[in-house]
């Protein structure tokens, strides 16, 4: 979706062989010496396709493929944080000229109620903060975090989000605190998991 000429130059979809039978068997094996020894990733068939009708999906959506114009993909930066002096980095799915920052999810629903749910349990919105700050840092105009959000299975349904103020707010306590921990840990040398000692008891299921 972000580099389709990267994707056409190394990587190639598997023909279907019949790896029971011993003919089936060398020849799935010769196609992928073949492959290798031309720089190319084999993919199994099925992923392919995925992947290929998925970025068409993206393509396209209106917004989506607006967002994926003048501006560079794959970017990656390089700070300092000011508060642990601790160094930073990201990589950015598109970077647009205009400032905005675009991050390309695939999903097992894109509908907005679900969508916000992955928001939540991933902790989009802590990228989202991390990200613009760290563009800003080095020296960007970072203003905006979008969102585009496709279902990598038919009929591949896409929609395209944006962070509101008040969740890179939130967005930003957390990932403040999640360096302030990790400087904790690398300078004790001590990594807690969930507790330090003891049995938790859990509650039955309501």
């Known amino acids: 979706t972000l580099e389709p000429d990267r994707w056409d130059k190394f990587y190639v979809a598997a023909p279907k062989f019949d790896r029971r039978t011993k003919a089936g068997k060398e020849g799935a094996e010769r196609f992928e010496r073949v492959a290798i020894d031309e720089g190319k990733v084999v993919v199994p068939a099925d992923m392919y396709e995925h992947a ?9 959506d209106e917004f989506g493929s607006r967002l994926l114009t003048k501006g560079e993909a794959e970017l990656s930066a390089f700070a300092k944080c000011d508060q642990t002096g601790l160094g930073i980095r990201g990589r950015v799915d598109y970077f647009r000229s205009t400032g905005g920052l675009v991050d390309l999810k695939t999903t097992k629903s894109a509908e907005l109620r679900r969508f916000w749910y992955s928001v939540r349990d991933f902790r989009y919105d802590v ?11 080095c020296g960007e105009e970072a203003n905006m975090f979008y969102w585009i959000a496709v279902e990598p299975k038919p009929p591949y349904l896409v929609a395209v989000y944006w962070a509101s103020e008040e969740m890179i707010d939130a967005g930003r306590v957390k990932y403040e605190e999640d360096l302030k921990l990790y400087k904790t840990c690398l300078e004790s040398n001590k990594w807690p998991g969930y507790r330090d000692s003891g049995q938790l008891t859990m509650e039955a299921p309501r």
Do not use: H, I, N, T
């Not at 290929?52 to 396209?60: D, K, N, P, Y």
């Not at 990228?127 to 840092?137: E, R, T, V």
């Open 52 to 60: 290929c009708r998925s970025a068409e999906a993206v393509r396209e």
């Open 127 to 137: 990228q989202a903060a991390f990200y613009l700050d760290l563009m800003k840092k």
